[in-house]
């Protein structure tokens, strides 16, 4: 199984974008003239994947899956007419089993909205941008592998402590 890093950030902007009724999602940071309106921005603000890693069973050639969960905040910036009004209905959608499932299979779950607020912005005097802003956080784990390492033979003699003697033996990985 490959390593994810982090939220897979492409796959999401997909299912954001069906739960949006498809208004086009492009990463935040993009170089050139945007899409025509409406629109959204996407980029992660904010992580936190300082929780416990989880061991999986060894394997026979040494290698040891590791499930690490984490959460990230996602930012969306909404352009348009309507543009709190997507951001609205993408975290409402979001809540439905469909999207969940979508979600699930993707080891990510939408925990909620931290923020949904219209930001109008003047672009001349007379002339005001429709903006909406949103924070939403997931929770997603991590797949990890690592080749720790595996002992296939262990000899064992002597004392233990000062009374105890114990008999040699030796213990084999089965093959």
């Known amino acids: 199984m490959p390593d994810v890093v982090g939220l897979p950030l492409e796959e999401l902007a997909v299912i954001l974008e069906d739960a949006g009724g498809g208004v086009k999602i492009i990463a935040a940071n993009e170089d050139g003239n945007p899409p025509k309106r409406p629109y959204i921005t996407i980029r992660i603000t904010e992580g936190d994947n300082r929780q416990q890693v989880e061991a999986n069973e060894l394997t026979d050639e040494g290698l040891q899956d590791f499930n690490s969960p984490g959460s990230e905040v996602v930012e969306l910036e909404s352009y348009g007419p309507k543009a709190k009004a997507t951001l609205d209905r993408i975290v409402a959608r979001l809540r439905l089993p ?7 299979l ?3 779950v939408f925990i909620g909205p931290l923020l949904i607020t219209s930001v109008p912005t003047v672009i001349m005097e007379s002339q005001t941008d429709v903006r909406a802003m949103g ?7 991590q797949q990890l592998t690592d080749d720790v390492g595996l002992i296939e033979t262990v000899e064992v003699s002597g ?3 000062d009374r105890t003697s114990v008999d040699s033996f030796v213990i084999t990985k089965p093959q």
Do not use: M, S
Request: aromatic fraction near 16%; glycine fraction near 4%; avoid cysteine.
């Open 135 to 141: 924070e939403l956080r997931f929770a997603f784990t």
């Open 98 to 104: 469909t999207f969940q499932d979508r979600l699930r």
């Open 159 to 161: 004392k233990i402590g």
């Open 106 to 108: 993707l080891n990510v």
